[in-house]
């Protein structure tokens, strides 16, 4: 009975050692299984992060081309506006230099103004001729040949 006990002994720590073995198999499975939807999940977060990031700076970047475009037309508008103003007070400027330009030419070298009338075969011509404070008033009738 001795050796009987001692090959139950050794079936039974076999038995023992092939489920020890198989259980630890099963648990190497289980945790290497475990540990690959872990690892697919990490990459798949690292992706999402990713483009959360590239979206964050894509949006970042349209923000401060937005405010740059912004201030460049701001500052486009100003100069604008300053330019006008300068131009407007030029043009102001330029007017009153003119009427007074036209009034003293016009009293100083003096103008001519009149109108004349063509009657049958005679010219009538009224002009009026002013120089300064001076003005001179002339009508004269013309006669004109005519070949009949």
Not at 29 to 42: D, N
Not at 90 to 96: G, P
Request: hydrophobic fraction near 45%; charged fraction near 25%; aromatic fraction near 12%.
């Amino acid at each position: 009975m001795g050796s009987e006990k001692v090959i139950i002994s050794t079936e039974d720590t076999a038995a023992v050692f092939i489920q020890a073995w198989w259980r630890g198999t099963l648990v190497r499975r289980t945790l290497l299984h475990a540990s690959l939807r872990a690892w697919t999940i990490q990459l798949w977060w690292r992706q999402i992060r990713v483009k959360l990031m590239e979206n964050r700076r894509r949006n970042a970047l349209d923000f401060y081309a937005r405010k740059e475009w912004a201030v460049v037309t701001l500052q486009a508008w100003v100069r604008m506006w300053r330019i006008r103003t300068r131009y407007c007070r030029l043009l102001n400027a330029v007017r009153i230099i003119q009427v007074y330009w036209r009034w003293h030419s016009c009293h100083t070298r003096g103008f001519i103004q009149g109108d004349y009338a063509l009657k049958e075969n005679q010219l009538n011509i009224q002009l009026e001729i002013s120089l300064g404070s001076q003005a001179c008033k002339v009508q004269q009738h013309i006669p004109l040949p005519l070949k009949e």
